[in-house]
């Protein structure tokens, strides 16, 4: 099974290449020649309320001519568990309130035609990890060149608890934003004098982070939520 959770049209060099992200459980996904990551890692069966992934999942990135008849570069992300995909293989948690929650996560291509995704993990493991795994399940922002050949850097982003990112956005001083939801209640990473630096107290929280334009720094975070359920889209 493959879903497809977002896709983006390239504006960086006016090539409109279209570029999408998504999860898989295909060992023979397609992917390309000199492609970041040609085999898939993930082993572990994974049930969300759609799909039943066989064989573990990995995200996805691929990227297709502007016709949508060439694909141009593709390949496999993850490591040995669950990632793309914001579940805890079918076990309940506030995270996954409406139907599809299992199933976001966001792609875009910033101004020197980088390709960055944002989406959920539960590897500790991830290449070029600038920060360390924290909780149950992280988000995970990911920059990859626009051949998808290389990875530029990896960033977890929680704490605790559950986290899952939904939306990324890049700034007009290049620096990202980020939003999602999170249970890690007591240590999710918020930054001082933020709108919100501790949690509402509900089922779940919303959070928006904005991190460097090279992933190196939180530079702000804050919780979005009150005593009910919240979580952030943009």
């Given at each position: 099974?493959?879903?497809?959770?977002?896709?983006?049209?390239?504006?960086?060099?006016?090539?409109?290449?279209?570029?999408?992200?998504?999860?898989?459980?295909?060992?023979?996904?397609?992917?390309?020649?000199?492609?970041?990551?040609?085999?898939?890692?993930?082993?572990?069966?994974?049930?969300?309320?759609?799909?039943?992934?066989?064989?573990?999942?990995?995200?996805?990135?691929?990227?297709?001519?502007?016709?949508?008849?060439?694909?141009?570069?593709?390949?496999?992300?993850?490591?040995?568990?669950?990632?793309?995909?914001?579940?805890?293989?079918?076990?309940?948690?506030?995270?996954?309130?409406?139907?599809?929650?299992?199933?976001?996560?966001?792609?875009?291509?910033?101004?020197?035609?980088?390709?960055?995704?944002?989406?959920?993990?539960?590897?500790?493991?991830?290449?070029?990890?600038?920060?360390?795994?924290?909780?149950?399940?992280?988000?995970?922002?990911?920059?990859?060149?626009?051949?998808?050949?290389?990875?530029?850097?990896?960033?977890?982003?929680?704490?605790?608890?559950?986290?899952?990112?939904?939306?990324?956005?890049?700034?007009?001083?290049?620096?990202?934003?980020?939003?999602?939801?999170?249970?890690?209640?007591?240590?999710f990473p918020t930054t001082p004098n933020s709108i919100q630096p501790f949690s509402g107290g509900g089922i779940a929280d919303g959070f928006i982070s904005l991190l460097a334009a090279n992933g190196t720094a939180l530079l702000?975070?804050?919780?979005?939520?009150?005593?009910?359920?919240?979580?952030?889209?943009?």
């Amino acid at each position: 099974n493959e879903t497809v959770h977002s896709l983006v049209i390239d504006q960086s060099n006016d090539s409109m290449n279209l570029f999408l992200l998504g999860a898989t459980a295909s060992t023979d996904f397609p992917t390309s020649p000199g492609a970041f990551k040609r085999n898939k890692s993930s082993g572990f069966t994974i049930n969300t309320e759609i799909y039943s992934f066989a064989g573990g999942v990995d995200v996805f990135v691929s990227k297709l001519d502007s016709s949508g008849s060439n694909l141009l570069g593709s390949t496999f992300y993850g490591g040995s568990d669950a990632d793309g995909i914001n579940d805890l293989n079918g076990t309940y948690d506030s995270l996954l309130f409406n139907y599809g929650d299992s199933h976001r996560g966001e792609i875009i291509i910033d101004d020197l035609g980088n390709c960055l995704i944002a989406t959920s993990t539960r590897n500790a493991n991830l290449p070029q990890s600038l920060n360390s795994y924290s909780g149950r399940q992280d988000g995970v922002i990911v920059s990859f060149d626009n051949q998808l050949q290389n990875v530029n850097w990896t960033r977890y982003l929680g704490g605790s608890g559950t986290d899952a990112i939904y939306s990324i956005k890049v700034l007009d001083n290049d620096n990202i934003a980020v939003g999602g939801g999170t249970t890690s209640y007591s240590d999710f990473p918020t930054t001082p004098n933020s709108i919100q630096p501790f949690s509402g107290g509900g089922i779940a929280d919303g959070f928006i982070s904005l991190l460097a334009a090279n992933g190196t720094a939180l530079l702000n975070s804050t919780f979005v939520g009150t005593s009910n359920y919240d979580q952030v889209f943009f």
